[in-house]
């Protein structure tokens, strides 16, 4: 299990990375001069890249090694967020935003890959849950104390303990890791395959209007939370969300595996999820409760993939990684989309208050999707 917490800290830099932008985009808004909605397009590149690059570079890697593949891809990873620190010009740092969404991409689906192998049969699902629950605890963690030292000096010395860590797990990989043979992610031929079934189809659309709600609208928490509570930091609110995404995160399986109708668990979550979002507003004015819709969002956010992977993993048991790697896809992708979008609902300068607005819209989509498809259509289980 030693080696396998090489791979966990790796995917705590790749969850640090993928969710520590939202809190610096006033920062950045001020270092490069533009206004916030242009600099949500850097979560927009990252997730984007990150949805679709292990499907496009699958067939070009096929029957390399994995353990060279993993550590030139975290090279990457690590060299793109060094030229997001020196980055001369806003265009350079969303370039580097993209190659670090690229690369981080594809070392996500091989580090679990790796995971498994590196122990026997009965720790599997403990690899795979440290390997996985390095990047809750980088975004759960990782993003306030980033916040924190870009308070205290600035947000490129935030990045820099990023450009440190993927320093340490690369060699730490290169070092440690053994040589072993492993598929790269499945090809892209392979995950469209699967949206001809049509529970997969229903399953990752509702992943992807769930994400355009939740990770699109944390995108922008920062100016959301600068109008509506203008006396706190927005190191505490993460706090809270972080805190709930860890709770929702862990539990989330013990509650899936004794759960008889995950149909209703999924349901009870998105409507906890739009309820929340929606609260927002109406609670930020009293002292304690301003923190439990985040949290709530949090834990309902991180909990809705788990339920979706186990009905995905139900519906194709021969090519059940292919359809879980697409769902992870499409829930980066729903996060692109969303973070662009909110981006043009900021450019109208009507406040943040739209953006919630929009997020509630996109979570009826997903709960109507959920409800009146499998109820309605025919040859759905109602499990």
């Keep these: 299990m030693k080696k396998v917490f090489l791979l966990s800290l790796s995917m705590f830099a790749l969850g640090f990375d993928a969710y520590i932008i939202a809190g610096l985009v006033p920062a950045i808004s001020k270092t490069y001069q533009t206004d ?226 995950t149909k209703k668990l999924v349901t009870f979550i998105l409507v906890l999820l739009a309820i929340s979002i929606l609260c927002i507003p109406f609670v930020m004015s009293f002292p304690f409760f301003k923190y439990v819709p985040f949290f709530v969002w949090g834990a309902m956010g991180w909990a809705c993939i788990a339920p979706q992977q186990h009905a995905l993993l139900r519906y194709q048991p021969e090519n059940g990684s292919a359809a879980v790697a697409l769902n992870s896809s499409v829930n980066y992708l729903g996060s692109s989309i969303g973070a662009t979008l909110g981006g043009v609902v900021l450019s109208l300068q009507l406040g943040t208050l739209p953006l919630i607005y929009f997020a509630a819209l996109s979570m009826i989509i997903a709960l109507a999707v959920h409800v009146t498809f499998y109820t309605s259509v025919r040859g759905l289980p109602r499990y």
């Design 36 to 261: 916030v909605a242009h600099v949500g397009l850097a979560v927009s590149l990252f997730t984007l890249c990150y949805a679709i690059s292990a499907p496009l570079f699958s067939s070009l890697l096929a029957g390399k090694p994995l353990k060279k593949i993993l550590v030139y891809s975290l090279v990457v990873f690590t060299l793109a967020n060094g030229l997001t620190i020196i980055s001369p010009t806003f265009f350079t740092f969303l370039l580097s935003r993209a190659i670090a969404g690229a690369s981080a991409g594809l070392f996500s689906p091989l580090a679990v890959s790796a995971a498994t192998q590196l122990v026997s049969n009965d720790k599997k699902g403990r690899a795979i849950g440290l390997t996985m629950g390095g990047m809750s605890t980088g975004t759960v963690v990782g993003v306030p104390i980033g916040l924190y030292i870009s308070n205290v000096s600035n947000w490129q010395a935030c990045l820099f303990v990023l450009v440190v860590i993927g320093v340490i797990a690369s060699l730490g990989i290169f070092k440690w890791l053994p040589e072993f043979p492993a598929s790269p992610p499945p090809a892209l031929k392979e995950r469209l395959k699967m949206l001809v079934d049509q529970r997969v189809a229903i399953t990752v659309m509702i992943t992807f209007f769930a994400s355009i709600a939740s990770l699109g609208l944390y995108t922008y928490l920062a100016p959301l939370i600068k109008e509506f509570s203008t006396k706190e930091s927005l190191t505490t609110f993460l706090w809270a969300w972080g805190f709930g995404g860890m709770i929702g995160s862990l539990l989330i399986g013990h509650v899936v595996d004794r759960c008889k109708n």
